[in-house]
């Protein structure tokens, strides 16, 4: 009896083993994928102080070495066993915003600072997107609006593409998924016109991949 108590407990302890193994493994491949399409990691962590998982805000990542100014990522959405946010293109994705402000997280909590502006409404559409996610499939090309009474973000309006290319995925098919901030004219634009059309016309003013509404609308 107590030999077979003892292999279980012992085959149970190698499967967990083998589950953080696994789990480790995959979090290194997201990390270099990320890199590779972002350019290199900075290497300082903005950590939540309650865990995303457990009901709390999101760990963000930033990107300063990839296009002019600073991108912000996520890692709490794939995992080597699937995802929490997935969608016909990816079988999982992290989410990623940009803005054309350089980094500087002395800043990042400076309400009068132009990147802690740009960086609190990243971090706050952030952490609204990957709930969202987690209940609905969000694809490119498709569009966004907040209800005005949200505190916050009520009234603004998104636009998803994909960032990363999904004929070259990264590990378990995992891709990243863009969120740009655009006017609500924009907005109908592309529900009138079709998502592609718009990301088409933020790319020819060179306006893409950037949230920063500090310009003229496109449409």
């Not at 292999?7 to 270099?32: C, I, M, N, T, V």
């Not at 990542?61 to 100014?69: D, H």
């Not at 929490?84 to 800043?107: C, G, I, P, Q, Y």
């Not at 609905?136 to 290319?165: H, Q, R, W």
Request: glycine share 10%.
């Amino acid at each position: 009896m107590f030999g077979n108590l003892f292999g279980r407990k012992k085959k149970k302890q190698q499967e967990e083993e083998e589950q953080e193994r696994l789990a480790e493994e995959f979090d290194k491949k997201k990390s270099e994928y990320m890199e590779y399409v972002l350019g290199k990691e900075h290497d300082m962590v903005m950590h939540a102080i309650f865990p995303y998982a457990l009901g709390g805000g999101l760990d963000l990542y930033y990107y300063p070495n990839g296009v002019a100014g600073t991108g912000i990522g996520t890692k709490e959405l794939a995992f080597h066993d699937g995802g929490l946010a997935a969608n016909k293109m990816f079988d999982s994705f992290e989410w990623v915003m940009f803005t054309r402000h350089e980094l500087d997280l002395d800043a990042a909590k400076d309400d009068d600072h132009p990147f802690g502006v740009a960086h609190s409404n990243m971090n706050t559409i952030l952490n609204m997107i990957c709930r969202y996610s987690e209940e609905a499939a969000l694809s490119p090309n498709e569009t966004c609006e907040f209800p005005e009474e949200m505190e916050n973000v009520g009234g603004k309006c998104l636009i998803f593409d994909a960032y990363s290319n999904p004929k070259e995925p990264g590990p378990g098919a995992m891709g990243l998924m863009l969120i740009i901030e655009i006017f609500r004219s924009e907005m109908e634009y592309a529900r009138e016109h079709g998502g592609s059309e718009l990301i088409g016309k933020l790319k020819e003013a060179g306006h893409y991949p950037y949230s920063d509404l500090d310009r003229d609308p496109v449409a």
